[in-house]
């Protein structure tokens, strides 16, 4: 339990070391969420970096799946629930500007009232999602 | 844009890309370490009856740390980002109905599937195929949203 805990401390270090030098290069927010969206139309953006940023992202997961298999964890569901968790997940995420990146991380370091309403609401929604349907270790 | 506007051309543009890569993979090794691409630790995690995990608040808390000292400074330091004229914060601070809806509606899929979209991703270029079902109900739950609000949702 105790190693769990630092793993997971030096796993958001990572991330807030990641999400800080996206705003000193290139003063982003790092949401994931929404910059997965704004790669998708209508937008009229700049695509490059952001697809850039999603293959540095999904290399850590190809290079995980070689060298630290048990990082990426089965699934607890079947995949009728799955897809319905991500149309949920994609739906919600950009109909509320961000997720557990962009609110959670971001968000809260700015002291952003949208953000704190925002985590306090999805992390309520997902206890009371996960305590009536369980499945977890 | 951010390449031409700052008039450093394609040097910029390749420079954009490759830090943009290289926080990506940073991004994705913090996730992997901190156990958000394991949907069972996500769900015990969330799930506060039986024998709760609380392990994962510290991925949250260690990001935290880290990041907002990191932005307090280079927003103290800086007039302008490397590679962009100008620092894109949000700032909206009203909470509508939209912001509680759409988390509500996230903190549902989240709490079902145990993924949120980066440990999603991450683990669809693991190879793994719920996790690639997943991205690809998220996008069209995303593509979905924009339809929505284009039509005046």
């Known amino acids: ?137 | 844009m951010s390449a031409t506007v700052t008039g450093c051309g394609a040097r910029c543009g390749v420079a954009s890309a490759l830090l943009a890569g290289l926080v990506g993979a940073i991004f994705g090794a913090g996730l992997l370490l901190g156990g958000m691409t394991d949907p069972a630790k996500v769900v015990g995690f969330l799930d506060l009856g039986g024998a709760w995990d609380p392990s994962l608040a510290f991925v949250m808390g260690g990001a935290i740390a880290v990041y907002a000292p990191l932005l307090a400074l280079v927003r103290r330091r800086r007039q302008m980002p490397w590679v962009d004229t100008t620092f894109h914060l949000p700032t909206r601070r009203d909470v509508d109905v939209g912001l509680v809806l759409g988390a509500a509606i996230f903190g549902v899929g989240w709490g079902l599937g145990g993924l949120c979209p980066g440990p999603g991703l991450v683990s669809a270029a693991a190879g793994h195929t719920s996790a690639i079902v997943f991205v690809l109900a998220m996008v069209i739950g995303m593509a979905g949203q924009h339809v929505w609000a284009r039509r005046g949702g």
């Not at chain 1, 009229?44 to 999904?58: H, T, Y």
């Not at chain 1, 999805?122 to 369980?134: D, I, Q, R, Y």
């Open chain 1, 1 to 137: 339990m105790q190693s769990s805990w630092m793993y997971a401390l030096a796993g958001g270090g990572l991330i807030g070391l990641a999400s800080a030098l996206l705003f000193l290069s290139h003063g982003r927010i790092a949401g994931i969420s929404g910059l997965l969206g704004s790669l998708l139309p209508p937008q009229p953006i700049d695509r490059s970096w952001r697809l850039a940023f999603f293959v540095g992202l999904g290399l850590a997961g190809v290079v995980a799946a070689a060298v630290a298999p048990t990082a990426v964890g089965a699934s607890v569901r079947s995949s009728t629930t799955v897809a319905i968790a991500g149309l949920l997940v994609g739906f919600g995420t950009r109909l509320g500007s961000g997720c557990t990146s962009g609110h959670g991380v971001c968000g809260l370091s700015r002291l952003s009232p949208r953000s704190m309403v925002a985590v306090a609401t999805f992390m309520a929604t997902g206890a009371l999602t996960a305590s009536l349907v369980g499945g977890g270790s």
